[in-house]
């Protein structure tokens, strides 16, 4: 029996006898931590044999699938695109030795060693830095910086031609609930979820007067459904503010007209754009610019709880317009937060203001947890202290 399966058959007699009741909450912490640290080993071997089997041919003699990555789906339980992405990480993994030893010792997921593997194939100076930001900053910041390596290390122009030729809207129904993505380029997408926007703002205001509480994708989906019928009907949509488009942009990148490596262009919240239309939005005159190398907004200062535009400008640059806890994605609806008591201290700077979601802002101000400044520009949130003994 081969070392593998005599582990298997040890975690499999595990499973069955576990009863998480009988451990302490501090040793099933502990013990997730454990766990997790597992399955990342435990995905790092399938894929390095699913990829010998791949290479070989050997799937084919024990299944009728028509593809190796639907021979991978079927076994692991997974999607064709996952299983594609999971022997494409593989591949890519001989020239990375460093990701491939991370990956075997599990200090690396599978999802993770994706994104550097994608960003290193095309700039392989750039594995040391991803590795670090996978390892300190979080699978949001990881694939933040995966797309902005993408961008500077491609050709703009041919990227953003096969963003458009790619675009698309695919549907596919499980049950009674149809779902659904789209993909495009980036600028346009922006304008897509820009329309949203107000009949979204519409939905949430109107739930919380019914006091209803959903999710944002939730009124998200409200407001498309609102604006199909209104394109539908001929109806007169809301008035929506004066076009603003805001990109941060790197002053050299500007100048260049390309993204030069080290900085950025890109719609906060949205993603990575070409320099190129940055600057064609700018000739409109409907550009909130944020450069780089431009003035430095940590000396503006107010000493009333409102935030003047241009520090808000700025602090939605800094975090991307997503919500500062290290482990969420959110980009909608996010509050303002002083990390300095306003009644206390009266100031709002920023270095002490951060965007956070609605939960996490629930989370700091109503039940006492205590934000942690990871040094990144992330946040973490600590929980107020309370019995661990059960």
Known sequence: MN?????????????????????????????????????????????????????????????????????????????????????????????????????????????QASQVTAAASVAPESEGHLLHVAEHRGFRMLRAEKERVVAWASDEAKGREQARRERHVRTWTRGFATHGSFSGPTEQVAEILAAFEPLERDAFDAARRADQHESHDAYRFDALVTLTRGARTGAAAPTPAPPVGRVHVGLQSLLAGRTVRGEVCEIPGVGPVPVAHAREVLSHGLLELVISDGVDVQTVVSTTRHVPKALTIAIDARD????????????????????????????????????????????ITHRGYEVIDNGDGTWSLRAPPHNDAA
């Open 3 to 111: 070392v593998l399966e005599r582990i298997n058959q040890e975690l499999c007699d595990y499973a069955a006898a576990l009863d998480p009741d009988t451990y302490s909450g501090a040793d099933a912490a502990r013990l997730t931590e454990v766990a997790a640290r597992g399955k990342r080993i435990y995905e790092t071997i399938e894929v390095l044999f699913a990829k010998r089997a791949a290479d070989t041919g050997a799937w084919t003699r024990t299944s009728h699938a028509t593809s190796a990555e639907q021979w991978l789906a079927g076994i692991a339980g997974t999607s064709e695109h996952a299983a594609r992405e999971a022997l494409t990480t593989a591949d890519r993994l001989d020239d990375l030795p460093a990701t491939a030893e991370m990956l075997r010792a599990g200090d690396l997921s599978l999802a």
């Open 320 to 363: 991307g317009g997503r919500c500062k806890s290290r482990t969420c994605d959110h980009t909608r609806a996010i509050e303002r937060h002083h990390t300095l008591g306003f009644a206390e201290h009266r100031t709002t700077t920023y270095q002490i203001l951060g965007g956070v979601c609605p939960d996490h802002h629930d989370l």
